[in-house]
């Protein structure tokens, strides 16, 4: 007889878990926090992290479709023209929209810097830097980000610190550049 209530089924893994704490005060369930004060530096970052983005004026937490570079028609533009930033750890290739629109982020990571576990973590670094502070990278430009080689060993705090060193040139780098041919001849020193 399926379905009959005199079957008794085995009790729930949280009832379980009750009766394992009630029995046993040392259950790992029972115990206290270790580090009560490292997730309340934790959860007040978070707190202030987001009352500046609501101060800004910008309460978006999500990276949309719109905020990536997904063509690689404009990867290669980005690349080919324009203006380039070394960091340690990564080329930043920044480049002026002409239509406006928000900041785009494009991020290559090749086989030389890592496996596919590194190199999907660059990325996941690079776009939440670039999620939580856009404010580190110029208005209405492309910005392509290629990896390193020892890129993969970075996180969080190692990216955001590199973004920030490289602000001068990320600031400077939307603004357009003179044409490019021969340098100018210094002095004159030669023969008529």
């Not at 990896?147 to 357009?176: C, M, W, Y």
């Amino acid at each position: 007889m399926m379905g009959s209530a005199a079957t008794t089924c085995p009790p729930k893994r949280r009832t379980l878990r009750v009766l394992l704490s009630a029995a046993s005060p040392t259950h790992p369930s029972m115990a206290p926090d270790p580090k009560p004060e490292a997730r309340a530096l934790v959860d007040a970052s978070i707190v202030d992290a987001a009352a500046a983005r609501v101060e800004r004026g910008s309460t978006r937490e999500t990276l949309r479709p719109d905020d990536r570079l997904k063509r690689r028609v404009d990867f290669r533009r980005v690349q080919s023209s324009g203006r380039k930033i070394h960091t340690p750890h990564f080329v930043l290739a920044v480049l002026p929209r002409p239509e406006g629109g928000p900041t785009r982020l494009g991020i290559t990571v090749t086989r030389k810097v890592a496996g596919a576990v590194g190199r999907n973590r660059v990325k996941r670094v690079m776009r939440e830097v670039f999620r939580r502070h856009r404010e580190l990278f110029p208005v209405a430009c492309d910005v392509v980000a290629i990896a390193k080689e020892s890129a993969h060993t970075l996180g969080f705090a190692d990216v955001l610190a590199e973004i920030q060193s490289a602000q001068r040139g990320l600031s400077g780098a939307h603004r357009p550049r003179g044409p490019r041919g021969p340098a100018p001849r210094r002095g004159g020193g030669g023969a008529p």
